[in-house]
Nanobody, 121 residues
Framework: QVQLAESGGGLVQAGGSLRLSCAAS????????MGWFRQHPGKERQFVAA????????FVTDSVKGRFTIFRDNAKSTVYLQMNSLKPEDTAVYYC??????????????WGQGTQVTVSS
């Protein structure tokens, strides 16, 4: 059974930084692409960032490009989302997700419970 546990969310002022972590209980973690999604209240879940199994390919959505960075530590079975220059519109619940593939494009089968990020103006 795959379990994903996010941490690192919280309340921060605009312009501040947060680092989200997602610890995965997968024996095959180093063979699985990982992603971060977010959901604003009343809106659909948005694809924010993703990283291939090896870490050599990444994706970051345009609205956070230059501010957010995704990276992973396969030895720790953990993926991170470094969020800098945060804006109030980044306020959302952030979800970690994993898929049964090395590439980040496609459907994500496994999801964490989410962590709240709130950016005050």
């Amino acid at each position: 059974q795959v379990q994903l546990a996010e941490s690192g969310g919280g309340l921060v002022q605009a312009g501040g930084s947060l680092r989200l972590s997602c610890a995965a209980s997968r024996r095959t973690f180093s063979s699985n692409a990982m992603g971060w999604f977010r959901q604003h209240p009343g809106k659909e879940r948005q694809f924010v960032a993703a990283i291939s199994a090896s870490g050599d390919s990444t994706f970051v959505t345009d609205s956070v490009k230059g501010r957010f960075t995704i990276f992973r530590d396969n030895a720790k079975s953990t993926v991170y989302l470094q969020m800098n220059s945060l804006k109030p519109e980044d306020t959302a619940v952030y979800y970690c997700a994993s898929r049964d593939s090395e590439t980040w494009r496609g459907i994500y089968e496994y999801w964490g419970q989410g962590t709240q990020v709130t950016v005050s103006s």
